[in-house]
């Protein structure tokens, strides 16, 4: 989820699972070839390399999509680096196997955040399941709190 949503954008994020950075991972999944593909996918072989704060050459990968660098440090950033861990290991595995990658957003009734990972013949769907605990009203907007401002701040 985006730092913050109005409603009606949070409602179509909890119907079909998009939100504005689950598009742009899914734009850099998509690269397969050239230069960058390659480079993304060799750093993308090293245990932590999706780590806060995201490194070059994710972070630029990321901002090409277009993706503003608070929804990087809000979404990706903040996301707790044990699941981005969990969806590393699920991509390289994807992309290996030359399965097409999805990446949704959800919430989660745990107390804490969840990655859920399933598998088709075609496809990896990579879903980040926030914790209903964290959601924030203020007037017309939704916010998410993220993993590590969750625990910064004693809300989670």
Same mark, same amino acid.
């Given at each position: 989820?985006?730092?913050?949503?109005?409603?009606?954008?949070?409602?179509? /994020?909890? +119907?079909?699972?998009?939100? $504005?950075?689950?598009?742009?991972?899914?734009?850099?999944? *998509? #690269?397969? &070839?050239?230069?960058?593909?390659?480079?993304?996918?060799?750093?993308?072989?090293?245990?932590?390399?999706?780590?806060?704060?995201?490194?070059?050459?994710?972070?630029?990968?990321?901002?090409?999509?277009?993706?503003?660098?608070?929804?990087?440090?809000?979404?990706?950033?903040?996301?707790?680096? /044990?699941? +981005?861990?969990?969806?590393? $290991?699920?991509?390289?595995?994807?992309?290996?196997?030359? *399965? #097409?990658? &999805?990446?949704?957003?959800?919430?989660?009734?745990?107390?804490?955040?969840?990655?859920?990972?399933?598998?088709?013949?075609?496809?990896?769907?990579?879903?980040?399941?926030?914790?209903?605990?964290?959601?924030?009203?203020?007037?017309?907007?939704?916010?998410?709190?993220?993993?590590?401002?969750?625990?910064?701040?004693?809300?989670?």
């Amino acid at each position: 989820m985006p730092p913050m949503s109005s409603l009606r954008t949070f409602i179509a /994020a909890l +119907k079909t699972g998009e939100t $504005r950075t689950t598009r742009a991972l899914e734009g850099v999944a *998509r #690269r397969r &070839r050239g230069a960058l593909a390659e480079e993304l996918l060799l750093a993308l072989k090293h245990q932590g390399a999706l780590n806060a704060p995201l490194q070059a050459p994710f972070r630029q990968a990321i901002k090409k999509t277009p993706l503003p660098e608070r929804y990087i440090d809000h979404c990706i950033d903040d996301w707790p680096d /044990a699941q +981005k861990e969990q969806a590393r $290991r699920a991509l390289v595995k994807a992309i290996a196997d030359g *399965r #097409r990658v &999805r990446f949704r957003w959800g919430l989660t009734a745990a107390r804490g955040y969840e990655t859920d990972i399933t598998r088709t013949r075609n496809r990896v769907t990579i879903t980040a399941l926030s914790p209903r605990s964290t959601l924030r009203i203020s007037g017309d907007e939704i916010h998410v709190a993220p993993g590590k401002a969750t625990k910064k701040h004693g809300t989670g």
